[in-house]
């Protein structure tokens, strides 16, 4: 079965640090690794995304880590706001066309104290 | 901004019973999936549309759920009869056919399930 494993499954932060959540696959066809931010009562929204020909990719306070050898890769917030308290889901799936369902992680429940 | 529609937004229901959710995805957008959120779970996929066809519905449980999108456009999930274990958040979520580089899906705020 394919599967993402996520950890932690909960992260406390102090503002202003940096939160570091993981995520490992197990399908090396999979070519698209997104993250997704999810607030109580609300669908989850993409928030960044990745392909497996970069290493690296960053968008303001947030940087994806990809280590494709290792099959990991991983969300750093940077400078974490009380703001950004909410649930992370990596996952993986199909850059796009034909069955491009994801592969959702459990999550990771981040609350950042002010 | 453009958003996906769901209803209703909750909805209680006797196991054994008929349930069903609508979902209106983003004008335009060719591709809709529905996804299942057990609580402290992550989304898992139900079903995926490109336009009024399947692509996908290897994890859609067919006994008791259906799906459709007759015209392309909004589109139905069934559950008849409910479980217990049926309970759940189910998602919806749109995107451009072929999902551009770079383009995510954009989910809809969801139907929270509850089967007593």
């Known amino acids: 079965q394919q599967q993402v494993k996520q950890s932690p499954q909960s992260l406390i932060v102090q503002k202003g640090g940096i939160s570091i959540i993981n995520c490992a696959y197990e399908n090396t066809a999979f070519d698209y690794f997104p993250w997704y931010q999810q607030f109580p009562g609300k669908g989850p929204a993409l928030l960044i995304a990745i392909r497996p020909d970069v290493s690296e990719k960053k968008e303001g306070r947030f940087t994806i880590s990809f280590n494709k050898s290792a099959k990991q890769f991983s969300l750093h917030i940077m400078d974490s706001q009380p703001g950004d308290s909410a649930t992370y889901f990596c996952?993986?799936?199909?850059?796009?066309?034909?069955?491009?369902?994801?592969?959702f992680g459990k999550g990771t429940h981040l609350i950042i104290q002010p | 901004e453009a958003e996906v529609a769901q209803s209703p937004r909750y909805k209680i229901t006797e196991k054994s019973q008929a349930v069903a959710f609508w979902c209106d995805p983003i004008?335009?957008?060719?591709?809709l999936y529905w996804y299942r959120q057990i609580l402290g779970q992550g989304p898992e996929l139900l079903v995926q549309?490109?336009?009024?066809?399947?692509?996908?519905d290897s994890q859609l449980p067919k006994d008791r759920f259906s799906a459709e999108r007759l015209k392309g456009v909004d589109s139905t999930l069934k559950i008849q009869p409910a479980e217990l274990g049926d309970s759940a958040m189910y998602l919806c979520?749109?995107?451009?056919?072929?999902?551009?580089?770079?383009?995510?899906?954009?989910f809809g705020s969801g139907t929270r399930l509850t089967v007593v």
């Open positions: 979520a749109s995107s451009p056919a072929g999902r551009p580089l770079g383009y995510g899906y954009t």
């Open positions: 004008s335009g957008h060719a591709t």
């Open positions: 549309f490109q336009d009024e066809s399947v692509v996908d």
């Open positions: 996952a993986a799936g199909y850059a796009g066309g034909g069955a491009d369902g994801l592969t």
